[in-house]
């Protein structure tokens, strides 16, 4: 069991060869159904997180356990686990296979976000590039 728990929060071994690119400005939606609950950016090789004006103004869906200021604006040299959780083991043979398809980067955070991060099976929301 503890395990299980321990496993939740470290990164599979491997995503430790992945990398922040700080040659890339991007921003990501973070929505659950019709609601906006914030973006991630990422700015000279800093990520930054902060709520939607929408979601700081509603009370029914809670905050993110990473992120529990709604006010708070969330910067780091390193991506949240909440984000890293999203992407799959990248040993997997499928998964190998999707990068080399897509002619992908397998060490860019930002184009391994964007090709498997949409949808988790951790969590409803929805992680889309916005540009």
Same mark, same amino acid.
């Given at each position: 069991m503890l395990n299980k728990f321990i496993n939740i929060f470290t990164k599979p071994e491997s995503l430790n060869k992945i990398k922040?690119?700080?040659?890339?400005?991007?921003i990501f939606k973070l929505h659950f159904k019709d609601l906006t609950i914030g973006y991630l950016s990422l700015n000279n090789g800093k990520? #930054? %997180?902060?709520?939607s004006t929408e979601f700081?103004?509603?009370d029914l869906v809670k @905050?993110?356990? #990473? %992120?529990?200021?709604?006010l708070k604006e969330y910067n780091s040299e390193d991506l949240w @686990?909440?984000?890293i959780s999203r992407l799959p083991g990248?040993?997997?043979?499928?998964?190998?296979a999707q990068i080399k398809k897509n002619?992908?980067?397998?060490?860019?955070?930002v184009e391994l976000l964007n090709l498997f991060a949409k949808k988790s099976i951790s969590n409803p929301f929805i992680l889309e590039l916005q540009s």
């Open positions: 922040t690119p700080d040659n890339i400005n991007v990520w #930054n %997180f902060k709520y700081i103004n509603q @905050p993110l356990i #990473n %992120f529990p200021d709604k @686990p909440f984000f990248l040993d997997r043979p499928e998964i190998k002619n992908i980067d397998e060490e860019n955070e």
